[in-house]
Nanobody
Framework: QVHLVESGGGLVQPGGSLRLSCAASGSIFKIQDMGWYRQVPGKERELVARIRSGGSTSYADSVKGRFAISRDNAKNTVFLQMNSLKPEDTAVYYC?????????????????WGQGTQVTVSP
């Protein structure tokens, strides 16, 4: 089994910063893409940022220049540095990883999600 555990959410004032972390554990052979999504009540989950195994990144237009995604392959961890936060960034943030797991010589690629962490930007 593979598990993703997120940390780093919380309450911050507009203009402030937060850093989210998401660590994967379990029977991991290889991690391909890693990403962060967010969701507010009544809306679909949206992609915030993605980082590929080679290190290339992409961002939603709404966060470009303010957020930065990075990864530590040795620790199976993905980070999201969020700067200049705005009230409209308030959401539950979820990490996502495409992981090749290995069990008894078999390899399987699947998508895994973190449990979600609340980010609230408010005066």
């Amino acid at each position: 089994q593979v598990h993703l555990v997120e940390s780093g959410g919380g309450l911050v004032q507009p203009g402030g910063s937060l850093r989210l972390s998401c660590a994967a554990s379990g029977s991991i052979f290889k991690i391909q893409d890693m990403g962060w999504y967010r969701q507010v009540p009544g809306k679909e989950r949206e992609l915030v940022a993605r980082i590929r195994s080679g290190g290339s990144t992409s961002y939603a237009d709404s966060v470009k220049g303010r957020f930065a995604i990075s990864r530590d392959n040795a620790k199976n961890t993905v980070f999201l540095q969020m700067n200049s936060l705005k009230p409209e960034d308030t959401a539950v943030y979820y990490c996502n990883m495409a992981i090749v797991s290995s069990t008894i010589g078999e390899y399987k690629l699947a998508d895994y999600w973190g449990q979600g962490t609340q980010v609230t930007v408010s005066p």
